[in-house]
T-cell receptor, first 116, second 114 residues
């Protein structure tokens, strides 16, 4: 079974629109970590955020915000006033504490296209 | 800044060739990882290492092996390349310690096996 599900395969928005990327995860652990990465067309994955399971506060960083809800096992990512430079594939990932070497489970990614 | 480098951005090999993909990180990270990325499948873990000379199989180790002789270097080996190993290969590293730290990725190697 998929531990991380990103149901949205592709999303297109017009520049300046807000967009939310969904991430649903599955774990039996009480302590775990969640991550978001951005993969622009150049190919290199860029780390965006890390959250632990005990910190449910929403986080905002400029135009980016993250909504973590343990009750629904979701860690959604919102881009406000999208820009063309936001066009990329975005990956959500889960890491469980018990795993050797801190393995990650990645979702299949959401490809975001921002149309000028 | 963390730097993870991979030996080649693009590589073309023939079926049956032995292929070496090299990865070097400069942040003294204990953990290193090899993934392959295919459209619609996301990132799949091939092998990882949490210490020198230590290795663990990931989800799809068949057809691959790895070597970690030095802390900063992690090599992925395709003993006899096949066309179904045509893919993007990504190396990553992370720190150990309290909490599961973010992985830092290299630029990737796009391997084509003909």
């Amino acid at each position: 079974a998929q531990k991380v599900t990103q149901a949205q395969t592709e999303i297109s928005v017009v520049e300046k629109e807000d967009v939310t990327l969904d991430c649903v995860y599955e774990t039996r652990d009480t302590t775990y970590y969640l991550f978001w990465y951005k993969q622009p067309p150049s190919g290199e994955l860029v780390f965006l955020i890390r959250r632990n399971s005990f910190d449910e506060q929403n986080e905002i960083s400029g135009r980016y915000s993250w909504n973590f809800q343990k009750s629904t096992s979701s860690f959604n990512f919102t881009i406000t006033a999208s820009q063309v430079v936001d066009s990329a594939v975005y990956f959500c990932a889960l890491s469980e504490v018990w795993t050797t070497g801190n393995q990650f489970y990645f979702g299949t990614g959401t490809s975001l296209t921002v149309i000028p | 800044d963390v730097k993870v480098t991979q030996s080649s951005r693009y590589l073309v090999k023939r079926t049956g060739e032995k292929v070496f993909l090299e990865c070097v990180q400069d942040m003294d990270h204990e953990n290193m990882f090899w993934y392959r990325q295919d459209p619609g499948l996301g990132l799949r873990l091939i092998y990882f290492s949490y210490d020198v000379k230590m290795k663990e199989k990931g989800d799809i180790p068949e057809g691959y092996s790895v070597s970690r002789e030095k802390k900063e270097r992690f090599s992925l080996i395709l003993e006899s390349a096949s066309t179904n190993q045509t893919s993007m290969y990504l190396c990553a590293s992370s720190s150990q310690g309290q909490g599961n730290y973010e992985q830092y990725f290299g630029p990737g190697t796009r391997l084509t096996v003909t």
